[in-house]
């Protein structure tokens, strides 16, 4: 009795189990902490262990200027093609730079530890894991290659913890992919639908310094700042009744996360200036959510005497939204994860943002899905002790697989 394409799949999976988490150790051995943003070396080294799978692997190096005018040193995105006749590309996109580790690591977080199943290492699951996911499950296709029709391609890129515009959207921009669906970076207990956006803002708060003991001569910045706050705080408040209809979405919210100011104890501050984060659930149009901060802020400061107020976008991530064909593709991974995993998975909708939303954005139906717990928690994703399950690194390569063999299969 001849194997079936799953049958070759699977076999040839289990076969390179140990080949696999190898390759994943020594991306996580070279660090790719962004910041600063200096990742053309992990970039090479990626490059040189795929093309020692067999892999031909292309370097699309971004100008140096336009990784500066990003607040990156250096950016090299990979993509790697397999066409295996007529049909439809898929693109299968993870990022290999990562937070910095910070403190509290009980191993050394370039170490690729292996304790009790899981493997220990910063950008392990966000997302250098699935650099391994999807290449080994590209190699598993290799194998049942007469079944398929189509093209998949890898997208390796470096710049999602600074918002993703020198990765994917300066691949779609160059023309250097042009994908007709996308899976990005995920989850294995879950297919990820839709993400919500994300609206950073820096605020500069102008005033006229002065000497402590005569307050009233100056103009006070930062009582001005605690008025502006304030207001902030008090919408914020509001956020909570408007929920996104999408599960694991949740409701809007805004955190000012950075703030700094002044001259010294004894003068009246005359400059203020903080930055704020404000999530966006799918409903909400982004253009709309700015314009009603900026516009919050300018009244609360235009009965300020001396008082000047300036606001600059510093990023705006669109949401991921389900759009025409997203649902197929969804319905597609969920039953083959389900059938792998062991338990039901559904689809649903995270917190966070990244790289998917600029695939939906260009028009191309994305969902995100591959190695990883069943939530960020659970990975420690961004905190000290990052960590992925080798089960679910095995599991999800099998998925990512068996899908695509699906999608790109000669006859349905």
Not at 55 to 68: G, I, K, M
Not at 113 to 142: C, H, N, P, Q
Not at 354 to 365: C, E, H, I, K, N
Not at 372 to 390: K, M
Request: aromatic share 4%.
């Amino acid at each position: 009795m001849t194997d079936t394409p799953a049958t070759t799949i699977h076999q040839f999976l289990q076969s390179k189990a140990e080949a696999q988490q190898a390759f994943l150790a020594e991306l996580v051995r070279i660090p790719s902490d962004n910041p600063p943003g200096d990742c053309a070396a992990h970039a090479s080294v990626t490059a040189s262990l795929l093309t020692a799978l067999g892999l031909t692997v292309e370097r699309h190096a971004v100008p140096v200027a336009d990784c500066q005018a990003h607040g990156m040193q250096s950016v090299t995105n990979l993509i790697v093609r397999r066409r295996f006749g007529d049909g439809p590309v898929v693109a299968l996109n993870a990022h290999g730079d990562v937070v910095p580790p910070g403190d509290g690591w009980t191993s050394d977080p370039y170490g690729a530890e292996i304790r009790d199943g899981m493997m220990y290492g910063r950008g392990v699951a966000v997302s250098k894991s699935d650099f391994a996911t999807y290449a080994f499950a590209l190699l598993a296709l290799e194998q049942v290659a007469p079944t398929l029709k189509g093209t998949v391609e890898l997208h390796l890129t470096y710049d999602e913890e600074a918002g993703g515009l020198l990765g994917p959207a300066w691949l779609l921009s160059k023309d250097l992919a042009r994908p007709d669906m996308a899976i990005a970076a995920g989850f294995s207990y879950s297919v990820v639908t839709a993400h919500n956006g994300c609206l950073h803002l820096s605020v500069e708060i102008t005033g006229k310094s002065a000497h402590a003991a005569d307050p009233a001569s100056g103009h006070d910045s930062l009582a001005a700042a605690n008025r502006v706050l304030s207001a902030l705080y008090a919408v914020r408040e509001t956020y909570a009744a408007k929920q996104s209809a999408i599960d694991g979405i949740g409701s809007p919210s805004l955190v000012v996360g950075l703030i700094e100011g002044g001259i010294n104890t004894n003068v009246v501050p005359d400059k203020v200036t903080f930055r704020m984060d404000r999530r966006l659930i799918p409903e909400e149009d982004a253009a709309a959510a700015e314009a009603d901060l900026r516009n919050l802020i300018a009244e609360t400061v235009a009965p300020l005497d001396g008082i000047s107020c300036t606001v600059d976008r510093i990023l705006l991530a669109e949401p991921l939204r389900p759009i025409d064909g997203t649902e197929q593709l969804a319905d597609v991974f969920c039953r083959h994860a389900s059938a792998v995993m062991g338990t039901p998975v559904t689809t649903t909708g995270v917190p966070l943002y990244a790289d998917a939303r600029l695939y939906s954005t260009a028009g191309v139906p994305t969902i995100m899905y591959g190695t990883g717990p069943r939530d960020i928690l659970d990975a420690n994703a961004h905190r000290a002790d990052e960590r992925i399950r080798l089960s679910d690194l095995a599991k999800a390569t099998e998925v990512v697989a068996l899908a695509i063999a699906e999608i790109l299969a000669v006859s349905p």
